[in-house]
């Protein structure tokens, strides 16, 4: 079953190398979307898949890279829209 997620993540999220984690995970559970960072120092993230690829996605997001530090990861479960491409990285 598809499904797809938004979501944003706070804490020390840029300079870590957070898209580039995301990006390799996203590969590895065949993943489509995008990262990029915002204004503000946060990190959005819109992910398209396999429902139990995305839940382990997810983990993954919440933990982070081993110079990272999540804070906060706001999810919202949406319907899928038909997102292909793989992962991206936008800036």
């Not at 139990?52 to 982070?64: D, W």
């Amino acid at each position: 079953m598809r499904s797809r997620f938004y979501s944003v993540i706070s804490g020390r999220v840029q300079g870590v190398a957070y898209r580039y984690f995301s990006q390799k995970w996203a590969a590895a559970l065949s993943i489509s979307g995008w990262a990029r960072n915002l204004a503000d120092g946060r990190v959005e993230i819109l992910a398209e898949g396999e429902q139990k690829a995305l839940e382990s996605f997810a983990e993954r997001l919440r933990e982070g890279p081993r110079m990272a530090r999540v804070d906060a990861f706001e999810i919202s479960w949406e319907e899928p829209a038909g997102e292909t491409g793989g992962f991206r990285i936008e800036f």
